[in-house]
C-alpha cells in the first residue's frame, strides 16, 4: 500500500500568498463595490519591456519555421543566456563566474525549493526570522525541521536569526552552528540590505565552520546605495561556500512569463564531491529546460535597449517605494526598507497583530498587504507592503491609510 510523505501533514496552514488570496476574495465577495488595492504579494503590475516582447515575437517565428524550430533546451540553459548573464552580471562587477557554472531555470521559487535536493537530510538549516516562507516549508516537506511548535511558530530543528529593529533587521552570526544558512539580500520580506563588510563576515564564517550558504540575490536591481554587494561572488572566498540564486521575476517582470538562475561555482565542494555536478545531476534528471523564446526573452534583457527599458520598470517601482514610505512616515507609521528594495517593512499601530492589521486595512481601506507574522515569529506586530502596484493605486492607497 501506498504512503504519503507525511511531512506534509506537519506543516501548518497553506502557503501564505494562498492564505491571503482567500481571506481576499471572501472580503470581495461579500463588498462586491469596494475597490481593492493589492500591495500584498510582490507581483509586477508593469508589461514586459517592448526589447522583451521583440525577442518574444521574433523567437516564436522561429519556432514556426523548420529551420529554426527547436524542441527541448539543453537542460542547463541555452549558451546564448548563460553567457549574456556571465558577462552582464558578474564580470561588469569584477567576478568571473564560467558559463557552466549558471544553471538556467523557470523560477528562483522553484530552485530554492529544490536546491535542498542535493543536501543530506541530516543537515541543520539557519534562517531569518521573518523570513521569505519557501526555505522553511521546502525544508520541512524534506523533513529536515524537525516538528512544528504551534506555540511558538517554530520548527524544532530549525536555527532561526532574528532581525529585529535593534540589528537594522539584518541576522547576527548565530550562536549554534548551522549546516546550511539561507540569506536573502536585499531582504524579503523586511527589504533590509547589508553592506559588503558585513556579508564578507557570513562567507569567512561559512567557510570558517564548512556551512554553506544560500543566497537569494532576486532584489538585487533595486540596490539603490553604494558599497551593498549585488552578489555575494563580490565577497573573497564566497565561491567556497556559496551558491546564488537569482530571478528575472523582479528585475525585469517575468513573474508569469518564468525564468531565473542558479550559480553554483566549482569550487564549491563537500570533501571531493562538486555541488555544481550534483545540481548539474538533478537538473538534468528533472527539469526539461526553460522555454527558448523566454530565454530569448532573458537574453534581451541584456541588450542596450533591454538594459535602458528594464532599469526604467525598476524606477518606476522604486518611486512607488518612495511614496508608500515617505507618506507612512508623514501619517506617523514607523517603517523601514524601500530604499533598496521594493519592499515596505511597517510596525502596526496601536500593537495591533499582524492578521489584526490586516483585517482592519482591508475592511477600512480596502487596502491588501502581507501580515509580517507570516514570514516568522519576529514578523509579529509588523506589516509588509510591496512597491510593485502601479503608480496610481499605490497613490490612492497611502491617501486611504493616512486618512484612517
Ligand atoms: C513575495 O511576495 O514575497 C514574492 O512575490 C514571492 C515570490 O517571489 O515567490
Known amino acids: ?35 481593492i488595492i493589492r500591495l500584498g504579494i510582490g ?23 523548420k529551420e529554426t524550430f527547436k524542441g527541448y533546451s539543453p537542460d542547463l540553459g541555452y549558451e546564448f543566456l548563460r553567457t549574456a548573464i556571465a558577462e552582464n552580471d558578474y564580470k561588469t562587477r569584477g567576478v568571473t563566474i564560467a558559463v557552466d557554472e549558471i544553471f538556467i531555470s523557470d523560477g528562483a521559487k522553484s530552485d530554492s525549493g529544490n536546491i535542498g535536493d542535493i543536501f543530506d537530510i541530516d543537515n541543520k538549516i539557519a534562517v531569518c526570522d521573518p523570513v521569505y516562507p519557501v526555505y522553511v516549508d521546502s525544508n520541512a516537506m524534506a523533513g529536515r525541521t524537525g516538528e512544528y511548535l504551534p506555540a511558538l511558530g517554530k520548527w524544532s530543528n530549525v536555527i532561526y536569526m532574528p532581525c529585529t529593529e535593534e540589528t537594522d533587521f539584518a541576522p547576527e552570526l548565530p550562536g549554534e552552528e548551522p549546516d546550511i544558512i539561507y540569506l536573502c539580500f536585499p531582504n524579503n520580506p523586511t527589504g533590509s540590505t547589508i553592506k559588503k563588510a558585513e556579508l564578507q563576515k557570513w562567507v569567512d564564517y561559512a567557510n570558517k565552520t564548512g556551512a554553506v550558504i544560500i543566497y537569494d540575490a532576486a532584489y538585487e536591481a533595486y540596490i539603490s546605495e553604494e558599497d551593498v554587494p ?21 528585475n525585469a517582470g517575468f513573474t508569469g512569463t518564468r525564468l531565473a538562475f542558479t550559480v553554483i561555482p566549482k569550487e564549491l565542494k563537500s570533501g571531493e564531491v562538486m555541488l555544481n555536478s550534483l545540481w548539474a545531476r538533478r537538473h538534468g534528471t528533472k527539469f526539461n529546460g526553460a522555454p527558448y523564446i523566454v530565454q530569448k ?16 520598470q525598476i524606477a518606476y517601482y522604486m518611486n512607488n517605494a518612495k511614496i508608500i514610505r515617505e507618506g507612512l512616515t508623514a501619517a506617523g507609521y514607523d517603517v523601514s526598507g524601500g530604499v533598496n528594495a521594493p519592499y515596505i517593512w511597517l510596525k502596526t499601530p496601536g ?3 499582524s492578521w489584526e492589521f490586516f483585517d482592519y486595512l482591508l475592511r477600512e481601506a480596502n487596502v491588501v498587504g502581507t501580515p509580517g507574522s507570516g514570514f516568522g515569529p519576529h514578523g509579529e ?3 509588509r507592503l510591496t512597491a510593485f502596484g502601479t503608480y496610481e493605486n499605490t497613490l490612492e492607497a497611502i491617501e486611504r491609510i493616512k486618512k484612517l
Open 1 to 35: 500500500m501506498f504512503k504519503i510523505n507525511a511531512n506534509y501533514l506537519k506543516l501548518p496552514g497553506s502557503y501564505l500568498f494562498s492564505d491571503i488570496a482567500k481571506r481576499v476574495k471572501a472580503f470581495t465577495e461579500e463588498n462586491p463595490d469596494k475597490k
Open 43 to 65: 507581483d509586477v503590475t508593469l508589461p514586459l519591456a517592448p526589447a522583451v516582447i521583440e525577442a518574444l515575437h521574433r523567437a516564436t517565428d522561429e519556432m514556426g519555421v
Open 230 to 250: 549585488h552578489s555575494i561572488y563580490e565577497c573573497e572566498g564566497a565561491k567556497t561556500c556559496a551558491i546564488e540564486l537569482r530571478s528575472f521575476s523582479k
Open 297 to 312: 526573452a532573458g537574453a534581451a534583457v541584456y541588450t542596450q535597449e533591454g538594459r535602458k527599458q528594464t532599469g526604467e
Open 351 to 353: 500593537k495591533m497583530t
Open 381 to 383: 506586530g509588523y506589516f
